[in-house]
């Protein structure tokens, strides 16, 4: 019970409410597709760190619009959809007139943001802290290593089945030290709609199958959210962090 209860605490794309198998990423070739950078770099002479500054704006489109019957409700919807789509359009420019080292393009961004977050469920099955750390920033990975320790005798497998439907972006924010200018401190947070199938099974150390189903996919939708430091030639996109849908209030 305790083992189940464990599985029941983990990040939501790996939650399991049937049993479920797993092919991995190789690490050694998804490191060398995007090339993860350090943790902690020296770049002429000084340590450069990850800045954290939270999520900047947790905003989820709801997945259905309320009916225009309901005119009141129909409304806010609306309008919040609008501010937010108004605000994505500023913080893309402002990532791409911060961005001093590499520019930005929507369709690289997702192909890596997908891989990454594939990567990160692959990481935390098999539980290899490193990949996970190369992945994700302090917060998250913190918070993945933490769920690790309360294993104990049990194998954990993993696999992706593709997509439901394609990653697509639903906020971005820059926000930094230095305003609209290009010099300081700037970093960009882009929260990515996943909705993709995966099936997931956990073994105890006799390799008995006792929670999950390896011939069981389920559609897993998460929001995950990206960040990379705009000013640093050295960062890339990583796993900040997730944010939830909630409920909305009229």
Same mark, same amino acid.
């Given at each position: 019970?305790?083992?189940?209860?464990?599985?029941?605490?983990?990040?939501?794309?790996?939650?399991?409410? =049937?049993?479920?198998?797993?092919?991995?990423?190789?690490?050694?070739?998804?490191?060398?597709? %995007?090339?993860?950078?350090?943790?902690?770099?020296?770049?002429?002479?000084? =340590?450069?760190?990850?800045?954290?500054?939270?999520?900047?704006?947790?905003?989820?489109?709801?997945?259905?619009?309320?009916?225009?019957?309901?005119?009141?409700?129909?409304?806010?919807?609306?309008?919040?959809?609008?501010?937010?789509?108004?605000?994505?359009?500023?913080?893309?420019?402002?990532?791409?007139?911060?961005?001093?080292?590499?520019?930005?393009?929507?369709?690289?961004?997702?192909?890596?943001? /997908? /891989?990454?977050?594939?990567?990160?469920?692959?990481?935390?099955? %098999?539980?290899?802290?490193?990949?996970?750390?190369?992945?994700?920033?302090?917060?998250?990975?913190?918070?993945?290593?933490?769920?690790?320790?309360?294993?104990?005798?049990?194998?954990?497998?993993?696999?992706?089945?593709?997509?439901?439907?394609?990653?697509?972006?639903?906020?971005? %924010?820059?926000?930094?030290?230095?305003?609209?200018?290009?010099?300081?401190?700037?970093?960009?947070?882009?929260?990515?709609?996943?909705?993709?199938? =995966?099936?997931?099974?956990?073994?105890?150390?006799?390799? %008995?199958?006792?929670?999950?189903?390896?011939?069981?996919?389920?559609?897993?939708? /998460?929001?995950?959210?990206? =960040?990379?430091?705009?000013?640093?030639?050295?960062?890339?996109?990583?796993?900040?962090?997730?944010?939830?849908?909630?409920?909305?209030?009229?």
């Amino acid at each position: 019970m305790n083992t189940l209860r464990a599985i029941q605490r983990v990040a939501p794309a790996l939650a399991l409410r =049937q049993p479920q198998t797993a092919t991995y990423l190789n690490p050694a070739f998804a490191l060398g597709i %995007r090339g993860y950078a350090s943790k902690h770099r020296v770049t002429e002479g000084k =340590q450069i760190l990850v800045r954290d500054y939270g999520v900047i704006a947790n905003y989820v489109p709801p997945e259905t619009t309320p009916s225009v019957s309901d005119f009141h409700k129909w409304r806010l919807v609306k309008w919040r959809n609008m501010r937010n789509s108004v605000q994505n359009m500023l913080g893309i420019g402002l990532i791409k007139y911060k961005s001093l080292y590499e520019k930005w393009n929507s369709g690289k961004f997702m192909s890596v943001a /997908e /891989e990454t977050y594939k990567d990160m469920n692959s990481a935390f099955a %098999r539980g290899d802290r490193n990949l996970l750390e190369e992945v994700c920033l302090d917060a998250m990975y913190s918070n993945l290593k933490n769920q690790l320790k309360t294993r104990s005798n049990v194998t954990w497998d993993w696999q992706y089945h593709g997509e439901v439907e394609p990653p697509k972006i639903v906020c971005v %924010r820059c926000m930094g030290t230095s305003g609209f200018s290009k010099t300081g401190f700037s970093v960009g947070q882009v929260t990515v709609r996943m909705h993709t199938k =995966q099936s997931m099974a956990v073994y105890d150390k006799k390799n %008995r199958l006792i929670a999950g189903d390896p011939h069981k996919i389920q559609n897993v939708r /998460e929001y995950v959210v990206f =960040q990379r430091a705009l000013t640093d030639p050295e960062d890339v996109w990583k796993i900040y962090g997730k944010v939830a849908p909630t409920e909305q209030k009229f």
